[in-house]
């Protein structure tokens, strides 16, 4: 693993009880590894599940806390709707790999040999076992001021992109964290006579389908194509996880 001095000082937090970073970074395939004649030693007594279950609940206690003081006119649907784009999976893998958590992450040889250094799902849950750690070592500041510096450019983008309901511009958003590309719509069927037209249209990222929508216009369903695209990528799930390292789609 690399130097775990180096991770602390991008953490912004040097930890007075190093152990609590050290089970932020095992993954549990360390634990169902068996020792073997050739591997004598010890495993550890426990995995960064815990944490990853306390640090989830501290990530959204403070982005609650940033989206009600930075939208004071937003509803509860719309409040929710902001704190899911920055809390899903995606947004975590996407942090963790700025931070380079994949080079500091304790695995079982197999897990390891198989890329779970850039599997998406150890990325995210390895983000918020730290901020569990950051928080049993540093206290509740310590946890928001460093997630507040991860997710500096995200909250900027909200409160200067943010218009209400607009399911397209929120897509553009989540794909642009990811690659920097933006979705493509295309017109999958046009059916009716002229005074009644039904749209069907396909949302597309790097050549594959995010979702379909129809409606009585283009407009109309392109938007529900979008809908469908953002239910998709912000739920949590095999279908939902984010995508390796090495590529921009996320898949669903």
């Known amino acids: 693993m690399a130097d775990i001095g180096q991770l602390q000082e991008r953490l912004g937090h040097r930890f007075g009880r190093p152990e609590l970073l050290t089970e932020a970074l095992t993954h549990r395939s360390v634990l169902h590894e068996t020792n073997s004649a050739r591997n004598k030693t010890p495993r550890p007594a426990v995995d960064n599940q815990r944490l990853e279950f306390f640090g989830d609940a501290v990530l959204q206690l403070v982005l609650t806390e940033e989206v009600f003081a930075r939208f004071p006119k937003a509803d509860e649907g719309h409040l929710t709707k902001l704190r899911a784009r920055l809390a899903n999976r995606h947004m975590l893998f996407h942090l963790a790999h700025e931070l380079a958590?994949?080079?500091?992450?304790?695995?079982?040889?197999?897990?390891?040999?198989?890329?779970?250094?850039?599997?998406?799902?150890?990325?995210?849950?390895?983000?918020?076992?730290?901020?569990?750690?950051?928080?049993?070592?540093?206290?509740?500041?310590?946890?928001?001021?460093?997630?507040?510096?991860?997710?500096?450019?995200?909250?900027?983008?909200?409160?200067?992109?943010?218009?209400?309901?607009?399911?397209?511009?929120?897509?553009?958003?989540?794909?642009?964290?990811?690659?920097?590309?933006?979705?493509?719509?295309?017109?999958?069927?046009e059916t009716g006579p002229d005074h009644n037209k039904r749209f069907e249209v396909m949302v597309e990222f790097e050549g594959r389908e995010l979702g379909r929508g129809a409606g009585s216009s283009k407009k109309e369903a392109e938007m529900r194509a979008a809908e469908v695209a953002l239910a998709a990528l912000t739920t949590n799930g095999p279908r939902g996880e984010p995508p390796p390292a090495d590529e921009s789609l996320p898949q669903i």
């Open 101 to 189: 958590l994949g080079d500091h992450l304790a695995l079982g040889k197999g897990e390891d040999t198989s890329g779970g250094r850039r599997r998406p799902s150890n990325l995210a849950d390895a983000f918020e076992s730290v901020v569990g750690a950051l928080y049993l070592d540093g206290g509740y500041e310590a946890a928001r001021r460093f997630l507040l510096g991860c997710y500096e450019s995200q909250l900027a983008r909200l409160e200067v992109a943010d218009s209400g309901d607009n399911p397209k511009g929120e897509l553009q958003e989540f794909l642009q964290v990811v690659s920097g590309k933006n979705p493509v719509y295309r017109i999958v069927s």
